[in-house]
């Protein structure tokens, strides 16, 4: 797998990710693949999509577990049905 920098892809980056590497696949939002994605998805988690936030909280929650990331957001907690 790549490693990426930081948590910022430019376009040639972000369009070499498959799908599944995105916390809202259907429109490409959230990537997260790496460990420094999965804090930027954590600490960008309040503009998602209302209706897409249980399954983004979850899909955050599983790549954070694969990278070693401890997620501390009570919010995504919640809306993963963990708290």
């Known amino acids: 797998m790549k490693s990426f920098e930081n948590d910022r892809l430019d376009a040639e980056e972000r369009r070499e990710l498959s799908d599944s ?3 809202i696949p259907e429109t490409r939002e959230f ?3 790496d460990a420094a994605h999965v804090r930027a998805a954590e ?3 309040r503009y998602a999509p209302e209706d897409k936030k249980s399954e983004l909280a979850r899909f955050i929650l599983k790549k954070a577990n694969e ?3 401890h997620v501390k957001s009570p919010v995504i907690l919640e809306h993963a049905g963990l708290s």
Do not use: L
Request: avoid cysteine; aromatic fraction near 34%.
């Open 21 to 23: 590497d995105f916390g």
């Open 31 to 33: 990537p997260i693949p």
């Open 43 to 45: 600490a960008y988690f």
């Open 67 to 69: 990278f070693g990331v």
